[in-house]
């Protein structure tokens, strides 16, 4: 799998939206844009995915460059619920294994 | 939605015996589905992919003998730490890809504590 990079760490005001950047400049033709976050002693919780084009959802929109080469997660409106670490990652397609980076610490600030 | 579950959310055991955690997804068939493990403020390690009717493939530094696999249908995967032993003690994760995309469904975990 391509490696990502992100920010370790992030804030972002309650009600604002929050832009969480991702870097994965060596990424392959077949390969996805995942994103999931995970909230403290839970599982990974899936958000949204991309190959190419942008994509929204009612969770969170996924802007990823012509390029391929970096995408951003937005979410429109932070609550408080979504402090979380979210991780972004790149797999191809298929029941291949997904490989977690440190991901980025989201705090949600009121 | 896909919804994976685990059992059980947690477990206190003690040194040398074995424990058996379970994985379903319980609105649709897994072919495939993955064991990741956890450590207190780190990121999610993958210990193996378990496949439906074959032996799991393990990551390298995982000791198979000691981390039995099983996946004997489509809806469920059980991860057996034998003989464990405090350093075992961690949260378990597993997870279940669905047909679309293979986009891979995470279960809630279980946190094991050996003492």
């Known amino acids: 799998d391509a490696k990502t990079t992100q920010p370790p760490s992030m804030d972002c005001a309650e009600g604002r939206a929050a832009n969480l950047p991702c870097n994965h400049s060596t990424i392959s033709g077949n390969e996805y844009v995942y994103w999931y976050r995970q909230i403290h002693s839970q599982g990974p919780q899936y958000i949204i995915h991309g190959l190419k084009n942008n994509e929204t959802n009612e969770m969170a929109s996924l802007i990823i460059t012509e390029d391929r080469k970096s995408s951003t997660l937005i979410l429109p409106h932070a609550t408080l619920r979504d402090t979380a670490v979210y991780y972004c990652i790149v797999k191809a397609g298929g029941y291949q294994k997904v490989t977690f980076g440190t991901g980025t610490k989201l705090q949600v600030i009121p | 939605g896909a919804v994976v579950s685990q059992h059980p959310s947690r477990v206190i055991c003690k040194s040398g015996t074995s424990v058996k955690i379970e994985c379903r997804s319980l609105d649709f068939q897994a072919t495939t589905m993955f064991w990741y493990r956890q450590f207190p403020k780190k990121s999610l390690m993958l210990m193996a992919t378990?496949?439906?009717?074959?032996?799991?493939?393990?990551e390298q530094g995982v000791e198979k003998d000691k981390f039995l696999i099983n996946h004997a249908s489509l809806t469920l995967s059980t991860l057996t730490v034998t003989s464990a032993h405090p350093e075992d003690s961690s949260f378990y994760i597993c997870s279940a890809s669905t047909g679309r995309q293979e986009t891979q469904y995470f279960g809630p975990g279980t946190r094991l504590l050996v003492l």
């Open positions: 378990s496949n439906e009717g074959s032996k799991a493939t393990y």
